[in-house]
């Protein structure tokens, strides 16, 4: 409730500066290394920082591209050759002059500042044929081999390969196929079909270069099989198979020293500059020095912990943020009027159409000539405040203000008419990461001051308006901050992260996109590298196209679909004449068609297939690498962004929620500040607020200050009650669960987590009517229950076929009507609409029209009379007709009332001032929709959370009344059943 004097204070201070980052991350660079295989030479050049003595390298087997094809390209080599460099250069000429093929060579040494480095690639040894591909197609008895002869690379380039030969295909059956050495083809597709009885054939391609170096590729056919391949522990046959790779990898490691890291720590991009341990004085106040070093960010980080004379342990934890620049920069034309979070708020009035002068004056400069940019963005609310037009809100600039020698001050014409902008100034030089010189800020148009009704202070409540002198707002959004210094308190982090779980939940795991997607129809394109040879035509690319649905209830949605006229395109838009035509096999749900497409430059390429699904799937080829990317993708219905109104209806939820915000309809709304805020603070309170509405509109920026005062109550922490439904569940059952505080009324906004072996299975939160459900896994559970002013709540069930029990035996606190009031304490356990019967007549409260009074429960005339009464008082004239002059009287002004309110309803109605629909959610019967616990409880009909249904497709339903036809789903989120629509 004030300052606490003897808190143990934990102050750290870190430095941030990206500009450091650049030359400290240089120092974990290991190099290059430049290697030469030519003509019996095969050496290597290492470039990068001063080295402490010598490189060196080692010849290693060819280690491929882990993976399980052959290459039959790799040296013979089976062992390390070792190689003793000198300063930069090692030489391994005379150790491989009896080899060829490819290798891996590993290059290492250490920098004069202690990092030891390797780097590995692959090369071909000198004498090495340039590099062979083979791949084959085989069904039944035919077979196509495709061969291709090309240069080996890496990231860094092509080594040089001699000219080939010629290449030949023995087929295994004493047939050949051969490309001669009067051709000048790099490639080549052919077939062959076997005849006779032998089932079995050793196929070998074998490619001669024009220095007599011969490379061989062999594999096993057998038809109605496929080809053969070795496993590591048993092998298999399949329809295809490839050799060869022409692309070599390389990778580089490095081992900092400890003077690195240090150099690292003290001279990087982030540095502990301090941290100490004190003790907070009378005032509650530590004081603690740090002098920059560097340019850049500093972060004070503060934890504190006291002990209470109760015993208990107080934590508390802060921070704030500066910039500390080389130079500086001040704005003048502008009035500096508070602080928000330590960042200036300005005021201005501009003339009519917005325009005012802005001078900029840099001091501290080390340079003569330089550039400050300054910039204006205002601060658009328009999804906030729609009735005010989109010109209003102004558009953001930037100026670049050029500085010479002897120049002090520039001044700058810039408009501003939005009532909320933020204003930067900064130097920053060419290639830096950080400015030399900054200044940021806000900028209020023409403010008014704000009216505050009510303490400020931590869980306290204060009514946000405009100073009642001037025109009221009908709308009106405002924050605030302390004035020096972030307090991370003010932020509510909780609403934030509830909007994330609900936005992420309602797009990915309610039962709303469930349905959603259970109607939902896909078009779906694949598109990939393939070699084919189609009637002795060639393609390299093969395309899919397929028309889905999510499950068989959209079966019925499924659109006429024949993607025949489907269209490829390059990216200069020429149409792509396919090798073969789109066209679909019997047995199959998709559409094929295949594209020779570039194969010496990669492209980009759009197939477009005019089915309704999408503006056309764009995708990338690489013909060197032989593959696609992005060429899986799809389309589907009920793909629509979000509406003007939802965006609305999101912002209009998080700003209701938030602490430090105050968001209203109309013209005040109350700020709540969390309640671990400062309790002594000097508060900036800044607002834009609209007044008028539709296209009389308009908006002010206002602002105010307040000094935050203790809370006179402050609130205490609860404990929470959690209730199940239904109250025995079994392993695969839809589980609610009811969250309620002390005085059992719902809780909303809590994290609830479901942990089972260490892992998280669910991570929800609960609703506004403090509920959450999830289905319910077998095994030992651990239930979380924590957030807000609560004792965090965890009960440890067990879970298997005969039903649940706690780890000490007993059975679930159960909620079996799920009206969030355990049974223990509900009176009516299996009605949702009741919990208390206060006079003990049998009759619940909210349907006792007299819960009080254990003789009346109706008053079926409405005239405050129990029914009972009224029929005991039939027995006696006199008082009856003074009963009847008082019900006529009473029938009389009721009737006038009605009559005088239908007349003033409908005068309001044609001055257009009744009506507030647009305020109110629209409901309908269909399954997007959302009512409310009260409405779904009243509903005739309407299934109670605790009736369980039947698992269908994953989904819980429920047919109710049975026989009825009317379906109902359980809303994942609730646990409540929702109408399926």
Request: aromatic share 8%; net charge negative; charged share 25%.
């Given at each position: 409730?004030g300052?606490v004097?003897g808190?143990?204070?934990d102050?750290?201070?870190?430095?941030?500066?990206?500009?450091?980052a650049?030359?400290?991350?240089?120092?974990?660079?290991p190099?290059?290394?430049e290697?030469?295989?030519?003509l019996?030479?095969?050496?290597?050049?290492?470039?990068?920082?001063?080295?402490?003595?010598?490189?060196s390298?080692i010849?290693?087997?060819?280690?491929?591209h882990?993976?399980?094809?052959?290459?039959?390209?790799a040296?013979?080599?089976?062992?390390?050759?070792?190689?003793?460099?000198?300063?930069?250069?090692?030489?391994?000429?005379?150790s491989v002059?009896?080899l060829?093929g490819?290798?891996?060579?590993?290059?290492s040494g250490?920098?004069?500042?202690g990092?030891?480095?390797?780097?590995?690639?692959q090369?071909?040894?000198?004498?090495?044929?340039?590099?062979?591909v083979s791949?084959g197609?085989?069904?039944?008895?035919?077979?196509?081999?495709?061969?291709?002869?090309?240069?080996?690379?890496?990231?860094?380039?092509?080594?040089?390969?001699?000219?080939?030969?010629?290449v030949?295909?023995?087929?295994g059956?004493?047939?050949?196929s051969?490309r001669?050495n009067?051709?000048?083809?790099?490639?080549?597709?052919?077939?062959?079909?076997?005849?006779?009885e032998?089932?079995?054939?050793?196929i070998?391609?074998?490619?001669?270069?024009?220095?007599?170096?011969?490379?061989q590729h062999?594999?096993?056919f057998?038809v109605?099989?496929?080809f053969?391949?070795?496993?590591?522990?048993e092998?298999?046959?399949?329809g295809y198979?490839?050799m060869?790779e022409?692309?070599?990898?390389?990778?580089?490691?490095?081992i900092?020293?400890a003077?690195?890291?240090?150099?690292?720590?003290?001279?990087?991009?982030?540095?502990v500059?301090?941290?100490?341990?004190?003790?907070s004085?009378?005032?509650?106040e530590i004081?603690?020095?740090?002098t920059?070093t560097?340019?850049?960010?500093y972060?004070?980080i503060?934890?504190?912990?006291?002990?209470r004379s109760?015993?208990?342990?107080?934590t508390?934890?802060?921070m704030?943020?500066?910039?500390a620049?080389?130079?500086s920069i001040?704005?003048?034309g502008?009035?500096e009027?508070?602080?928000?979070?330590?960042?200036?708020v300005?005021?201005?009035?501009p003339s009519?159409g917005?325009?005012?002068t802005?001078?900029?004056?840099?001091?501290?400069m080390a340079?003569d000539e330089?550039?400050?940019?300054?910039?204006?963005?205002p601060?658009?609310?328009?999804v906030?405040?729609?009735?005010i037009g989109?010109?209003?809100w102004?558009?953001?600039?930037?100026?670049?203000?050029?500085?010479?020698?002897?120049?002090?001050t520039?001044?700058q014409?810039?408009?501003?008419?939005?009532?909320?902008s933020?204003?930067?100034a900064?130097?920053?030089?060419?290639?830096?990461?950080?400015p030399?010189?900054l200044h940021v800020?806000f900028?209020l148009?023409?403010?008014?001051?704000l009216?505050?009704?009510?303490?400020?202070?931590?869980?306290q409540?204060?009514?946000?308006?405009?100073?009642?002198g001037?025109?009221?707002?009908?709308r009106?959004l405002?924050?605030?901050?302390p004035r020096?210094?972030?307090?991370?308190?003010?932020?509510?982090?909780?609403?934030?992260?509830?909007?994330?779980y609900?936005?992420?939940?309602e797009?990915f795991?309610?039962?709303i996109?469930?349905e959603k997607?259970?109607?939902?129809?896909?078009?779906r394109?694949e598109?990939?590298?393939?070699?084919?040879w189609?009637?002795?035509?060639?393609?390299n690319?093969?395309?899919?196209l397929?028309?889905?649905a999510?499950?068989?209830y959209a079966?019925?949605?499924?659109?006429?679909?024949?993607?025949?006229?489907?269209?490829?395109?390059d990216s200069?838009?020429?149409?792509?004449?396919p090798?073969?035509?789109?066209?679909?096999?019997?047995?199959?749900?998709?559409?094929y068609?295949n594209?020779k497409?570039?194969?010496?430059?990669?492209?980009?390429y759009?197939?477009?297939?005019?089915?309704?699904?999408?503006?056309g799937?764009e995708?990338?080829?690489?013909?060197?690498?032989y593959?696609?990317?992005?060429g899986?993708q799809?389309?589907c219905?009920g793909d629509?962004?979000?509406?003007?109104?939802?965006?609305?209806?999101?912002?209009?939820d998080?700003f209701?929620?938030?602490?430090s915000v105050?968001?209203?309809?109309?013209?005040?709304?109350?700020?709540r500040?969390?309640i671990?805020s400062?309790?002594n603070?000097?508060?900036t309170?800044?607002a834009?607020?609209?007044?008028g509405s539709?296209d009389?509109?308009t908006?002010?920026a206002?602002f105010?200050?307040?000094?935050?005062?203790?809370?006179p109550?402050?609130?205490?922490?609860?404990?929470?009650?959690?209730?199940f439904?239904p109250?025995?569940?079994?392993?695969g059952?839809?589980v609610?669960?009811?969250?309620?505080?002390?005085?059992n009324q719902?809780v909303?906004?809590?994290?609830?987590l479901?942990?089972?072996d260490?892992?998280t299975?669910?991570?929800?939160?609960?609703?506004?009517?403090?509920?959450?459900?999830f289905v319910?896994?077998?095994?030992t559970l651990?239930?979380w229950?924590?957030?807000?002013?609560?004792y965090?709540?965890?009960?440890?069930?067990?879970?298997?076929d005969?039903?649940?029990l706690t780890?000490?035996?007993e059975e679930?606190?159960?909620?079996?009507?799920?009206?969030?009031?355990l049974?223990?304490?509900d009176?009516?356990?299996?009605?949702p609409?009741?919990?208390e019967?206060?006079?003990g007549?049998?009759v619940?409260?909210?349907?006792d029209a007299?819960p009080?009074?254990?003789?009346?429960?109706?008053d079926?005339?409405?005239d405050?009379v129990?029914?009972?009464?009224?029929q005991?008082?039939?027995?006696s004239?006199?008082?009856n007709?003074?009963?009847i002059?008082?019900a006529?009287?009473?029938?009389l002004?009721?009737?006038?009332t009605?009559?005088?309110?239908a007349?003033?309803?409908?005068?309001r109605d044609?001055?257009g001032e009744?009506?507030t629909?647009?305020l109110?959610?629209?409901h309908?019967?269909?399954?997007?929709?959302?009512m409310d616990a009260?409405?779904m409880?009243?509903?005739?009909?309407?299934p109670a959370?605790?009736?369980?249904?039947h698992?269908q497709?994953g989904?819980?339903?429920?047919?109710?009344?049975?026989?009825?036809?009317?379906?109902?789903y359980r809303?994942?989120s609730?646990?409540?059943w929702?109408e399926w629509?």
């Amino acid at each position: 409730t004030g300052p606490v004097q003897g808190a143990e204070v934990d102050v750290a201070i870190l430095r941030i500066s990206p500009q450091q980052a650049e030359s400290a991350i240089g120092q974990f660079d290991p190099g290059d290394v430049e290697i030469t295989s030519e003509l019996g030479t095969l050496t290597g050049e290492y470039s990068g920082a001063e080295l402490d003595g010598d490189i060196s390298a080692i010849i290693s087997p060819y280690s491929g591209h882990d993976d399980e094809r052959k290459y039959p390209q790799a040296s013979s080599l089976t062992w390390d050759i070792e190689i003793a460099g000198v300063d930069t250069l090692w030489d391994a000429s005379d150790s491989v002059s009896s080899l060829s093929g490819l290798v891996d060579v590993t290059t290492s040494g250490t920098t004069e500042h202690g990092l030891e480095f390797e780097i590995m690639k692959q090369v071909p040894l000198p004498g090495t044929s340039g590099c062979t591909v083979s791949e084959g197609h085989g069904y039944g008895q035919h077979v196509d081999i495709g061969w291709r002869y090309d240069t080996f690379r890496n990231d860094e380039g092509e080594f040089d390969k001699p000219d080939l030969s010629h290449v030949v295909v023995d087929w295994g059956d004493g047939f050949t196929s051969e490309r001669g050495n009067e051709s000048d083809s790099q490639e080549e597709w052919w077939g062959h079909d076997y005849e006779g009885e032998q089932e079995e054939f050793d196929i070998t391609i074998t490619f001669f270069d024009e220095d007599g170096n011969e490379v061989q590729h062999s594999t096993t056919f057998t038809v109605h099989k496929g080809f053969w391949h070795d496993g590591e522990e048993e092998g298999w046959f399949e329809g295809y198979f490839q050799m060869g790779e022409c692309y070599l990898r390389t990778d580089d490691s490095a081992i900092p020293s400890a003077l690195i890291i240090n150099g690292f720590i003290t001279d990087g991009p982030v540095e502990v500059m301090d941290e100490q341990i004190l003790t907070s004085d009378n005032y509650g106040e530590i004081s603690m020095t740090a002098t920059p070093t560097l340019p850049g960010a500093y972060i004070s980080i503060v934890q504190t912990k006291v002990v209470r004379s109760d015993g208990e342990t107080l934590t508390g934890m802060g921070m704030n943020v500066v910039a500390a620049t080389e130079a500086s920069i001040s704005l003048g034309g502008l009035t500096e009027e508070t602080t928000l979070a330590g960042i200036p708020v300005y005021s201005v009035q501009p003339s009519g159409g917005g325009l005012t002068t802005i001078s900029v004056t840099p001091s501290g400069m080390a340079e003569d000539e330089f550039t400050v940019t300054l910039a204006i963005m205002p601060v658009d609310l328009s999804v906030a405040f729609p009735d005010i037009g989109e010109d209003d809100w102004g558009e953001a600039e930037s100026h670049d203000l050029e500085f010479q020698l002897g120049d002090t001050t520039r001044t700058q014409e810039v408009r501003i008419k939005a009532p909320l902008s933020m204003i930067a100034a900064l130097v920053l030089e060419e290639g830096e990461l950080f400015p030399t010189a900054l200044h940021v800020g806000f900028i209020l148009n023409d403010p008014e001051s704000l009216e505050m009704t009510g303490a400020l202070g931590p869980g306290q409540t204060t009514n946000i308006a405009l100073d009642s002198g001037n025109e009221s707002a009908t709308r009106i959004l405002a924050l605030a901050t302390p004035r020096n210094g972030f307090d991370p308190a003010t932020i509510d982090f909780s609403a934030f992260t509830e909007l994330g779980y609900v936005q992420a939940r309602e797009a990915f795991g309610g039962w709303i996109p469930v349905e959603k997607e259970l109607v939902s129809v896909c078009e779906r394109m694949e598109a990939w590298h393939e070699e084919r040879w189609d009637d002795g035509q060639h393609s390299n690319v093969r395309i899919s196209l397929r028309q889905e649905a999510n499950n068989r209830y959209a079966s019925s949605g499924l659109l006429a679909y024949d993607p025949s006229n489907a269209v490829l395109t390059d990216s200069e838009g020429n149409t792509l004449t396919p090798v073969s035509d789109w066209n679909k096999e019997d047995w199959e749900d998709r559409y094929y068609a295949n594209f020779k497409l570039d194969e010496d430059d990669e492209g980009t390429y759009t197939l477009t297939s005019n089915a309704g699904y999408g503006d056309g799937y764009e995708f990338l080829y690489y013909p060197h690498e032989y593959r696609t990317d992005n060429g899986e993708q799809e389309f589907c219905t009920g793909d629509e962004e979000m509406t003007d109104d939802e965006i609305f209806d999101l912002v209009d939820d998080l700003f209701s929620t938030l602490d430090s915000v105050a968001w209203g309809i109309g013209s005040s709304a109350d700020l709540r500040l969390p309640i671990l805020s400062s309790p002594n603070g000097d508060y900036t309170v800044i607002a834009v607020a609209q007044k008028g509405s539709g296209d009389n509109a308009t908006m002010v920026a206002a602002f105010g200050s307040e000094i935050s005062v203790p809370n006179p109550e402050p609130p205490q922490q609860e404990n929470l009650t959690l209730s199940f439904s239904p109250p025995n569940p079994k392993p695969g059952d839809t589980v609610q669960i009811s969250v309620t505080d002390e005085a059992n009324q719902p809780v909303p906004g809590l994290s609830v987590l479901l942990v089972k072996d260490n892992l998280t299975l669910v991570a929800s939160i609960s609703n506004d009517n403090g509920l959450t459900s999830f289905v319910l896994p077998a095994g030992t559970l651990h239930i979380w229950v924590s957030g807000g002013n609560y004792y965090p709540a965890h009960l440890t069930i067990i879970v298997t076929d005969d039903g649940v029990l706690t780890d000490d035996g007993e059975e679930l606190p159960a909620d079996s009507d799920g009206d969030g009031v355990l049974d223990a304490d509900d009176e009516f356990p299996d009605d949702p609409d009741e919990f208390e019967d206060s006079d003990g007549d049998g009759v619940g409260d909210n349907a006792d029209a007299f819960p009080d009074d254990p003789d009346e429960t109706m008053d079926s005339d409405g005239d405050g009379v129990g029914d009972n009464a009224q029929q005991e008082g039939t027995t006696s004239s006199s008082p009856n007709l003074m009963l009847i002059g008082g019900a006529v009287a009473a029938v009389l002004v009721l009737l006038a009332t009605l009559v005088m309110v239908a007349m003033w309803r409908r005068n309001r109605d044609d001055e257009g001032e009744w009506a507030t629909d647009e305020l109110e959610p629209e409901h309908s019967a269909g399954s997007d929709q959302q009512m409310d616990a009260e409405q779904m409880f009243s509903a005739p009909g309407w299934p109670a959370p605790s009736v369980q249904g039947h698992m269908q497709d994953g989904y819980e339903v429920i047919e109710h009344p049975e026989g009825s036809g009317a379906w109902y789903y359980r809303e994942q989120s609730t646990g409540e059943w929702m109408e399926w629509g």
